[in-house]
């Protein structure tokens, strides 16, 4: 009877460790990568790593998410801002913090637009409606950057319209609800039905930087590190570099 027990007990711990090594790891990230961080994790996988499961919206909402306690392992953000509040709020898993990749800033018009602006010292009379992201949300606030750079920001602000997000200020211009808006290259690339006009200077707003980390207390640290760790291989770089990141 002791044997049997001990043989049930044995293959309840491994079934039980089998299944928890099966659990996904759950990935909350900027909505800008809701393209390349799929294509990632597939590669991942078929290089025998574990499933992955995503979360994207806004960094400004999920941030927050997680400081009240949302069950994530790994947070990639669209700027290093909101990683620190992270940070502050105690939520970063210590020594896990890494820059995946870097972005740049254009404006877009729809693809069948009759003409497009040259650069920001255009936008001003010649646009009626552009769309940005919101200001808590970094390509939000990258954008207002820029065009303060550029001297237009006053002339263009009465006509501005915001979105939750940098995919969202993309789905109004491909659709033609503005007649252009400000996102990342890489959206722009993943859109066919808009097209860009012109790129802002990279000094022109802070770096795009997008960091990662494992969420302190995370059920599977060690998978989701190793999930991070394979995003800065070569293999996860080459993904990266496909979709127009640097």
């Known amino acids: 009877m002791t044997v049997m027990r001990t043989l049930v007990l044995g293959t309840l711990f491994v079934l039980a460790t089998l299944l928890y090594a099966a659990e996904p790891v759950t990935v909350f990230a900027a909505a800008s990568l809701s393209d390349v961080l799929p294509e990632v994790a597939a590669a991942w996988r078929a290089d025998g790593g574990g499933e992955v499961r995503f979360s994207f919206a806004a960094t400004s909402k999920l941030v927050p ?68 992201a919101g200001e808590n949300v970094p390509a939000g606030r990258y954008a207002r950057a820029a065009l303060t750079e550029a001297g237009v920001w006053e002339a263009v602000e009465p006509r501005v319209v915001r979105g939750e997000d940098v995919r969202l200020t993309l789905k109004w211009v491909a659709g033609g609800d503005a007649d252009g808006g400000i996102v990342y290259r890489t959206d722009a690339q993943a859109e066919t039905r808009v097209k860009i006009a012109f790129e802002f200077p990279a000094d022109s707003h802070p770096p795009i930087v997008y960091p990662a980390t494992v969420v302190k207390g995370s059920a599977h640290a060690a998978e989701a590190a190793r999930f991070l760790e394979f995003c800065r291989s070569e293999k996860g770089r080459s993904i990266f570099l496909k979709h127009g990141f640097s």
Not at 71 to 78: K, N, Q, Y
Request: charged share 25%.
């Open 65 to 132: 998410q997680i400081i009240e306690g949302a069950p994530a392992d790994v947070l990639v953000s669209a700027d290093e801002a909101w990683m620190d509040k992270l940070r502050d709020a105690g939520r970063a898993a210590e020594g896990s913090r890494a820059a995946l990749a870097r972005n740049s800033l254009v404006f877009v018009v729809p693809a069948n637009a009759a003409a497009a602006p040259a650069s920001a010292s255009d936008l001003p009379g010649r646009l009626k409606r552009i769309t940005l």
